[in-house]
Structures are given as structure tokens and as C-alpha cells.
């Protein structure tokens, strides 16, 4: 009941009325009709009572179950599911005895109500990029797509959006026959562009890739044409890799940026046919032409559809081509692009109407009891990388890619004008209406006036950003981090919750198959759990998840004292200001500049550098002072700039940090103690095995610039940014009260810092690992593990997590919080059976390096009848860049124990490298190429007991004849530690050889078992597996003999501890040696046995 009558449609008055209602103190109320009410946009009521005087409307439980609906109760809230798909259709709030739950009366009870088929079925249209009603409707009859249900499309109306966009002149019959029979068989190439307004980022081109086969399209943006020939190279070599198929023929105009000496090269060595069209011809290259202006009219009509700035086209234009490949645009090919590319239906379901308002969960701000929950934005497309929304935040003026987001798609209106004029773009809004089509032709088709020359085409703002004034402040707006959590729901707007598990598979551009749909109850869809789940887009690689380009602080003239935003003693900001400077751009930089001068005209990197500087001001790193006498040394600063990347090599966000030139401190004045534990890798194996066995899942957190927690007790002064002076105190210094980057007392400061906090806290240092801590609580125990700022904990109690999480954030700033995935170059995949340890990103990186991704494979690392010696007369090979090649392998080696060997061999020739030790690298290198997904497996195993294994090659070392150890250390059946070490002295026996490698082992072993005791494991006998008797009979009996005489005593180490029980050497067969492969070079069989059983294996064959 309720008693609005705005709210009710098919109203039916009483002649009289026939009821009362009685309310709280007594008051009545008559019923005075019954009508229908619209509570979302497919859910009506009937029979709702209108009630004089009532103030409230009331939601009948019995009403929701009659129309299909099934109510949950919680304790804080209710869920209204739809009973046939289990969708949430809303959810209401706990207010004090009733639930209450809101809704847009304007939008939802209104409009709405009055929506039928025909209606949805044009909101479908706005939906998918204004595509026509009759390709709809073949799509919903042919079963094309998913997502659409009880939609009529029928074309009663007329579109003025399309009108718009669309008008043109009549066309020529096209082309029917499809003359390719598979996908990249035939590319079609065009680029278009530039536009004669800016773009957001500077990216005025675009380059549009078609396959022929499937019209399945690419959209790239480059901001100059010289790029085109990189960016196409790049996409080939990505596109036969995905989809295992060679790429034919590529069909272009004779533009330069396709008739080129780079480009031809990488065809012709590929074998790929380049085939142009006639000059003036532009037919013979139609199908990339006609592209071009589908994507730019759809593109038209979506900006005019809310009249969108001109500074959103680039994300029309990427939505459109995301929009299209899901469509069936040619009824010839009887099936959607998307389909005939991937053998999967798309999902349409997660689409909404492109410049829609909507609105997004504020996680990021600590908001008060009764401040808004959310923030006002506008819909621009779909995540690059992520199963997320791209929106444009209106409240700090950038474009965010977001989970946690409602849409009013009813609403025609933005409500406060988004006016991005004064970032660069000239024209208003309407001007692109007027604007035709040859604007965004191809630039051999538009048209040419000889009144302009080349120098009147409007350039970006990004690329003439001037070089920053010199300021004291750092005050600037902050970056804001994605926003994942629950749904939220918004007063006064109709919203739809967004629901993108069910439609993961039809949101990439290279997806293998559809991921499984699960419920939202049964686990958080994959980009929650995610952040950094490889989903390219359509082809525009709009790579950052959120970007924000923000006002330069400087000195301004005189202002009204309401439009200053930031302090009095800061360089003013005003409200003007921040409107010149919101042109957010949609881009991050994926190119690192060599030098501060060209970072500080960079956008991105500026943007950075600023967001770097704006940290120390939150963290009260220093302050401004004038400079000391000369008795204090002042510390020059540097700008570090480097891309962050996620497992699968995406960049997530430029980082620039300011280090301090600590080289020139001087010991005893600037600095006292300098040693800060790191976390070995044989500690975090070991994390990942427990965490493996006991089913729990590990997590890991970055704290945010961490050096800057720690205080410092020297007094130390440091020399003002580069690019950042101070224009009224330039002979001013900084003085730290907490330590910077580059420091020697940076590291021992924050490491001091975050101990005294964990054992503050409750935890426990470890006994033998000091980044190892530990916490019981109630018989549960939480494990963390440090390595300088990034942390990994966990605990088979989950609210133990939690809490602990909480407890960080709350303290320190944090840019990464999730599950464990990625940490220091290792890929981390968590499995309910176990744990998968890989660096597949590192080794793609080291072959695009060395450029041997497209190598010959080799089936073993090293040769078995190969012989490495200094080769005196050889041909010298740069020893830098073998060094650099054999630190890269060494590092690759903390997943890969199977090249443990050869990488050894090689780097014993790191003084003096001729050719023969390069060629022997690059057998390595070989290797990987034919096994580049191999890993670490940790299963979860019903033992976790400790075991080693130790073998040694007796007089492996033809040159100086000593022997080669080899050790493995085992929990349960995962592989944890591993070592091959040439021996420091010349063995005379087998015996002695294998009972030196013995008693290194033993070591490795004797510090795992202490380890484990943080753990609350105690191994009181650790068993060492030995294949040589004679080595265990010395080690058993202290008998002195011409076999063991001149021994070192250090190697009686073991003994000692077989005596005492510590360690129990037994013997093992020689073919069950699992240390055999750190000892010598193997034959193929026999490699690929000991992989099998060392738990080196790929995770596909996984069982």
C-alpha cells in the first residue's frame, strides 16, 4: 500500500471508499483505489492499495512471492530474488524494526512503469552502441547472444541519436561472398584520424584491424602515425600466438605507415603476404573503410546520445568496437564476430548505455555516519584488463575502472555539466554533430583546403604540457585506488546491480574459453579476486585502472577567498583551476623516460612524480628549512621512474620515486646501522608448502612508499626535487624526519619500524628468521612473512586475516591488499589441491630481452658430452651482457630447480666469457623456449614430513678436477630448497665427494628444522638419503683412516649430528637419487623423470 497516487499506474478508484487502515496511535486511513506499481524495470505489483494520509509505502512480502520473487532476511539486510534465475532484483536496509528499501521515484515508479517489450527493446538498442533494431532482432532469433530475454525489437520510432550520427548517402550493394575459411587468414588495416579537437591522452589516430574471416575488430590508439608499424607488429606476434593460427595475408592502403622498411621486414620474415589497394582505390580496402565509419558513427551517436564532451570519443569508439563484435552486423555470416573467432556465444548482460549517469561505492574516503556512500560518475566503456566498468569519476575528475557501480539509464540527464573545454577541447558538444564523416576518414580520403596548412590541426593538451612551476607545496588531489566491495544502492535513482560473473567470457579480446558461472554466493567473481586478471579489450589498449591528471599548484593572482581549495601557506589552487586541469587522461605511459625533462612534460609521469611528493606531505616525511653550515652534509635527490606490471606483464600505473643520493652520506654523521633483513626465498617456499598443506589461502599487501614510515634519529638534510624548487626559497634544504629511498638507513629504519609494530601487536619474531612473525590467538596461528615492503600472511582462520589486514591499513598506507598472486616475479596460482609456483612473466621478459622468444627449443639445458673451459683462445663475448644474461638466469632458478646445473656451469666463466660459454647460455635460453610453463607444485599432501637428498659428481670439473654437490630438501612432496655448488677443494674419492655434499646438506636441512619450530613443528630425526655407503659409514663411525684423515674438520660437522640423532643418513638407490639432477647433465629421459618427481611440472597436466 501506499499513498502516493504519482506512484501507481492502471489506477482503479473506489465509488466509495470500502476500507480503513488503521495506523500507529490510533489514526485511520481509507482506501481509496488499487493500482499497479513498477518496482523495477521487468517487476510490477498488482492490486496495491492507495491509502489516504499514509506517509510510507509498505512492500508485502506474499505480494513479492505471487509475482515470482523470493525474500531472504538477514540481519542487517534483505535480498528480493528473482526466483527462476536466483538474480537479485534489490536489496533493502535495517532501519530500527523494518526494512526499508529505496527506489527512484522519478525513474523507476514513473517511467518505467509505463516501459512494455518495445521499450526494453530500445534501451537494448541505446545499450549496444545504437546498433540497428533489425540486426537485433536476428540476434535475439538466431540465439547469437546471451543476456537477452522477453525483448521485442521493433522499429516504431525514430532514433535521434542515430539520425545524428548516422545520415549519409546512399550506399553502394556490398560485397556477399566470404573468401577466406578461417580467422587471420586475410587482415584488413586502415587508420583514421586525427580529429580536428583534442582526445583525451594525446592519442589522435586510431588504428583498425578486421579479420575478414569473422569482421571480429581491433581499435589501437597511437598518438603519432610512426607508431602505427610497432603497435601492428605487436598485435600479430600477440594474435598468432593466442589463437595458434598464422596470419596470411594484411591488406592496406599505400600510406606510410604501412609501406615501410620495419614493416615489410616483419612480414616478409613471417611469411605473411602484404597486399595494398590501387591509389584512390580506397574499395579495394572496404572492409577496414566501412569499419572505420561504422565505429565512428556508433561512436557519434553514443556522445550525442547524453551529449557527451568530445574528450570521451576515444572510449566511444573503443565501446563501439566492443559493441560490435558482438553483434550480428552481416546476416551473410549467419553467426556474431566474437562466436566465429572464439567458438563461444558473447554475453551481453553486463551492457549498459554508454554516458549514463551511474554511481560508485566510495571505498577510498573514510566517510562519516551519515555522509553519501557514493559518488556521482558517468559510463564510458568496459575494463582493458579487468571484469570491471570504466567511469568517469565526476567528484575528482578521472576516469576509474570500477566493480561497485549502479546505473540510472533512464535518467537523459548528467546533472552538473561536465565541461572539459578548458583541457584542450575547442569545440562544444554539438559541434560533432555537425561535424561529417571525412573528419575521421583516413587521412588519404579527407578532404583537402588549400587555406589550411599542416600547422592548423588542433595537438592534444598532453602534448605541449608545460614543464611544472617551481612551487613549495605538494599538495595535489590523490590518486584514487580501485573501488571493489559490495553493491550499493542509491536513494534517489533507479540502479541495476551489476552482475559480471555470469558474462566473464564475452568481456576479453583474447579469452580461451568461457569461465564457469557460479552464483554470487559461492564465490566472488575472478576480477574481484583478481585485480590483475589478463581481459584485453577490443583491440584499445587502455591499459591504467584508474588515471588522473590534476592541478598544478602555482602563485596565483588575486582570487575570492570561497574559490581557494588548498591551505593559505600552499601555492593556490582554485576551482577554476582544477576545471583547466581535469582532462584526465585514459592512458598511462608505457614508455619510461630517460630523463626528468622529458617526464615533467610527460602527463602521466608528471602526474607521478606529483602523487610521489604528495606522499610525503601525508607521511610528514620533511620539511623546508634554510640551509645548515657546512658541518652537515646536504644529500642530493633523483627522480627513479618505472612501470609497475602485473604477472601478465600489463602496466598497472607509472611510479616515480625520489630517492636520496646516499652514496655521498658519511658513516658515523648521517648514519649509524644500516643491516635490514630480507626474507630468503628458501622462507617463503616454505610459506607457500604449510599454506599448501594446511588448505589455507595466503595473502599479500604492499605498503605504500614504506620507507617513509620509518623515523629517523640522525639529523639529515637533503637538496629539493629536481623539477620542484621552491621558487621563492631556492637555496632552501629539506630536513627528513623520516627516512627517504636511497638512504643506508632507509631500509634499518623501516625494517625497526614495522617489527616494533607487529610485536607490538602480538606477534613473535622468529627465532632464526627475523622476517619471519608469528601470532597465536585462540589456538589459531597467523604466519607473516617480510620482505622489505611487501608482506605475505595468512592463517587457517580467516578472520585472523582480517583482522590483521584491518590492523595494517588502519596504520600504514596501503597500494595493494588481495590474494597472494604475484610477489617479487613469482606467478602464485591457489588451489583448493594445492599451490603452482611459477615466473612465466620473468622468463617472457628475459627472452624479449635477449630477443629469443622464437627460438630453436632445445629438450635439455645442457648437452651431456659438453665441456666448458676458459677457451683462452676463443672468441671474447661482452661480459656485461653475459653477466646480465647469467643474473637473469639465476634469478629464474628460484622456480626452475631443473637448470639449477647448467646455469652454474655457466657462470663460473662470468670473468673472462668467450663465444663457447654464450653459445652454452643459450642452450639454456633454448630449453626454456620448449618448456616456459614449467613450475613448482605444491600439492596438499597428507604428510609434511622433512627430507633431504644430497648426491655428489665426483671429478665433474675437467678443468680442475674438483667435484659438483648437489641437495634437495623436501616437505612432505614439496620441493622447498636446492642447491648445486662446485666444491672448494679436489676430492680423492667418491666416498669423500659425496660425504662433503652430505654435510652441506645436512645444514640446509638443520636450519629448515629450526625454521619450522615458528611454525609449531618439531622434527626430532630429519632423514638425509645418501646413494653412496661408503660416504654414510663415515659419517657414522669416527674412525680416522687414509680415506679420511685430511678431511676437513668442518665437514665433521656431520657427524657430530648423526651421533646426536639430529640427522639420520640412510642410504637410497642410485636410480632414485632425486639430487642426481643438480650434479650432472642428463639425457632426456632421465630429465624428464626427475622433473616428474621433484614436483617440476606444467599446470595443465596436473591431476
Avoid at 566472488?524 to 584499445?540: S, T
Avoid at 607487529?758 to 604466519?783: A, W
Wanted: glycine share 6%; hydrophobic share 35%; net charge negative.
Amino acid at each position: 500500500m501506499t499513498g502516493d497516487s504519482n506512484l501507481l499506474y492502471d489506477f482503479m478508484q473506489a465509488i466509495r471508499p470500502y476500507m480503513s487502515i488503521v495506523f500507529g496511535g490510533g489514526s485511520k486511513g481509507q482506501v481509496i483505489g488499487l493500482g499497479k506499481v513498477a518496482i523495477t524495470n521487468d517487476m510490477s505489483i498488482a492490486n496495491v492499495m492507495l491509502v489516504q494520509s499514509l506517509q510510507y509505502h509498505l512492500l508485502s512480502v506474499r505480494q513479492l512471492a505471487s509475482v515470482g520473487y523470493d525474500t531472504l532476511f538477514g540481519l542487517t539486510d534483505v535480498k528480493v530474488f528473482r526466483r527462476d534465475t536466483l538474480e537479485v532484483a534489490f536489496v533493502g536496509e535495517l532501519d530500527g524494526n523494518l526494512y526499508t528499501v529505496y527506489f527512484s521515484k522519478e525513474s523507476t515508479f514513473h517511467t518505467t512503469c509505463l516501459m512494455a517489450k518495445a521499450d526494453m527493446g530500445w534501451l537494448w538498442h541505446r545499450r549496444l552502441a545504437h546498433v540497428g533494431m533489425k540486426n537485433l532482432q536476428n540476434l535475439l532469433n538466431g540465439n547469437h547472444i546471451l543476456g537477452l530475454t522477453n525483448v521485442s525489437f521493433k522499429k516504431d520510432r525514430v532514433c535521434s541519436a542515430c539520425i545524428a550520427g548516422k545520415q549519409h548517402q546512399s550506399k553502394h550493394p556490398p560485397k556477399n561472398i566470404v573468401s577466406t575459411s578461417r580467422p587471420l587468414e586475410l587482415l584488413h588495416v586502415d587508420l583514421f584520424g586525427p580529429p580536428s579537437w583534442a582526445s583525451l591522452g594525446g592519442k589522435n589516430y586510431g588504428l583498425v584491424i578486421v579479420d575478414y574471416y569473422s569482421r571480429y575488430t581491433w581499435v589501437f590508439f597511437v598518438k603519432s602515425k610512426d607508431e602505427t608499424k610497432i603497435t601492428f607488429i605487436d598485435f600479430a606476434k600477440q594474435a598468432q600466438r593466442k589463437f595458434d593460427k598464422d596470419i596470411k595475408a594484411v591488406r592496406s592502403d599505400n600510406g606510410p605507415e604501412f609501406k615501410n622498411y620495419t614493416l615489410e621486414e616483419f612480414l616478409s620474415d613471417e611469411g605473411i603476404e602484404h597486399q595494398y589497394s590501387a591509389p584512390y582505390t580506397p574499395q579495394q580496402n572496404g572492409v577496414a573503410e566501412r569499419k572505420n565509419r561504422t565505429l565512428v558513427e556508433m561512436a557519434r551517436s553514443m556522445l550525442d546520445e547524453y551529449k557527451s564532451p568530445h574528450s570521451f570519443s576515444a572510449e566511444a569508439v573503443n565501446t563501439a568496437c566492443h559493441a560490435s563484435n558482438r553483434l550480428l552486423l552481416r546476416s551473410i555470416l549467419e553467426k556474431t564476430p566474437y562466436e566465429l573467432l572464439t567458438g563461444n556465444k558473447p554475453n551481453v548482460k553486463y551492457f549498459r548505455v554508454f554516458g549514463c549517469k551511474c554511481f560508485i561505492l566510495n571505498k577510498r574516503e573514510r566517510l562519516g555516519k551519515f555522509q553519501s556512500k557514493t559518488t556521482e560518475g558517468i559510463f564510458v566503456g568496459y575494463g582493458s584488463n579487468s571484469h570491471a566498468y570504466r567511469v568517469y569519476n565526476k567528484s575528482i575528475g578521472c576516469v576509474i575502472e570500477t566493480y561497485d557501480v549502479t546505473f540510472d539509464e533512464f535518467n537523459r540527464s548528467h546533472g552538473e555539466k561536465v565541461d572539459l573545454n578548458d583541457a584542450g577541447e575547442e569545440d562544444s558538444p554539438q559541434d560533432i554533430l555537425n561535424m561529417g564523416v571525412g573528419a575521421l576518414l583516413p587521412m588519404e580520403q579527407r578532404p583537402h583546403d588549400d587555406d589550411e596548412d599542416d600547422e592548423s590541426i588542433s595537438h592534444p593538451q598532453g602534448s605541449s604540457l608545460p614543464v611544472p612551476p617551481q612551487y613549495t607545496s605538494t599538495h595535489i588531489m590523490p590518486v584514487v585506488e580501485d573501488q571493489v566491495g559490495e553493491h550499493v544502492s542509491h536513494p534517489d535513482h533507479t540502479q541495476e546491480q551489476v552482475d559480471l560473473q555470469e558474462v566473464d567470457q564475452s568481456m576479453g579480446m583474447f579469452d580461451d574459453e568461457p569461465q564457469h558461472v557460479q552464483r554470487e554466493e559461492e564465490y566472488l567473481p575472478p576480477h574481484i579476486n583478481d585485480p590483475y586478471a589478463e581481459d584485453v579489450d577490443d583491440g584499445n589498449k587502455v591499459e591504467p585502472r584508474e588515471t588522473l591528471t590534476s592541478i598544478m599548484p602555482r602563485v596565483a593572482g588575486r582570487v575570492d577567498i570561497d574559490q581557494i581549495l588548498t591551505g593559505v601557506s600552499e601555492g593556490r589552487v582554485t576551482r577554476k583551476q582544477l576545471t583547466n586541469f581535469c582532462a584526465h587522461f585514459l592512458f598511462v605511459s608505457s614508455t619510461v623516460p630517460h630523463r626528468v625533462q622529458d617526464a615533467l612534460c610527460d602527463n602521466d609521469w608528471l602526474l607521478a612524480m606529483q602523487e610521489e611528493l604528495n606522499s610525503f606531505t601525508r607521511n610528514e616525511v620533511w620539511s623546508l628549512v634554510e640551509r645548515p653550515t657546512e658541518e652537515h652534509n646536504v644529500i642530493g635527490t633523483k627522480w627513479i621512474l618505472k612501470n609497475k606490471e602485473d604477472e601478465n606483464g600489463t602496466v598497472l600505473r607509472n611510479k616515480a620515486s625520489l630517492v636520496a643520493q646516499g652514496y655521498s652520506q658519511v658513516e658515523g654523521l648521517d648514519f649509524g646501522e644500516t643491516f635490514a633483513p630480507v626474507a630468503r626465498l628458501e622462507s617463503i617456499r616454505i610459506l607457500l608448502a604449510y599454506a599448501a598443506f594446511n588448505g589455507f589461502t595466503l595473502h599479500q599487501m604492499d605498503v605504500k612508499s614504506a620507507f617513509l614510515n620509518g623515523p629517523l634519529q640522525e639529523e639529515v638534510y637533503v637538496s629539493q626535487p629536481p623539477g620542484f624548487v621552491d621558487p621563492h626559497h631556492k637555496d632552501h634544504v629539506y630536513k627528513l624526519h623520516k627516512a627517504l629511498y636511497g638512504l643506508k638507513k632507509a631500509p634499518r629504519a623501516w625494517y625497526d619500524h614495522l617489527k616494533k609494530f607487529l610485536l607490538d601487536d602480538g606477534f613473535v619474531v622468529g627465532v632464526i628468521d627475523p622476517t619471519l612473525f608469528t601470532k597465536r590467538e585462540n589456538g589459531d596461528l597467523i604466519l607473516c612473512q617480510i620482505y622489505v615492503d611487501d608482506i605475505i600472511f595468512g592463517s587457517p582462520n580467516i578472520h585472523l586475516c582480517k583482522k590483521f589486514a584491518a590492523s595494517m591499513t588502519k596504520t600504514f598506507e596501503m597500494s595493494l591488499n588481495t590474494d597472494l598472486k604475484f610477489f617479487l616475479g613469482f606467478q602464485i596460482q591457489q588451489f583448493q589441491e594445492g599451490i603452482f609456483l611459477s615466473q612465466t612473466k620473468y622468463l617472457k621478459d628475459i627472452l624479449e630481452k635477449i630477443d629469443m622468444t622464437n627460438a630453436k627449443p632445445m629438450k635439455t639445458p645442457m648437452a651431456t658430452d659438453v665441456v666448458l673451459n676458459e677457451d683462452t683462445n676463443g672468441i671474447r663475448f661482452d661480459p656485461s651482457t653475459y653477466r646480465s644474461m647469467i643474473g637473469s638466469l639465476l634469478y629464474l632458478c628460484a622456480s626452475r630447480p631443473d637448470i639449477m646445473l647448467s646455469v652454474g656451469i655457466c657462470a663460473r666463466f662470468q670473468a673472462s666469457p668467450r663465444e663457447s660459454h654464450h653459445t652454452a647460455v643459450k642452450h639454456i635460453l633454448r630449453y626454456l623456449v620448449h618448456t616456459p610453463k614449467l613450475g613448482l607444485w605444491y600439492p596438499k599432501d597428507a604428510k609434511f614430513d622433512l627430507i633431504g637428498y644430497s648426491d655428489a659428481d665426483w671429478a665433474g670439473d675437467k678443468v680442475g678436477r674438483k667435484s659438483t654437490s648437489g641437495a634437495c630438501q623436501f616437505l612432505g612432496c614439496s620441493l622447498v630448497s636446492w642447491s648445486s655448488k662446485k666444491q672448494n677443494c679436489v676430492s680423492l674419492s667418491t666416498a669423500e665427494a659425496e660425504y662433503i655434499a652430505a654435510a652441506s646438506c645436512a645444514t640446509q636441512l638443520l636450519w629448515m628444522r629450526q625454521t619450522l619450530k615458528d611454525y609449531g613443528i618439531t622434527y626430532r630425526h630429519v632423514p638425509l638419503l645418501c646413494d653412496n655407503e661408503s660416504a654414510i659409514k663415515i659419517s657414522e663411525n669416527p674412525i680416522d683412516h687414509p680415506r679420511t684423515k685430511h678431511i676437513d674438520i668442518r665437514y665433521h660437522f656431520l657427524r657430530d649430528h648423526v651421533q646426536k640423532g639430529d640427522i639420520d643418513i640412510t642410504h637410497v638407490g642410485t636410480d632414485m637419487q632425486l639430487a642426481d639432477i643438480f650434479t650432472k647433465p642428463l639425457s632426456v629421459a632421465r630429465l624428464c623423470q626427475l622433473r616428474r618427481e621433484l614436483g617440476i611440472l606444467e599446470l595443465d597436466n596436473i591431476s
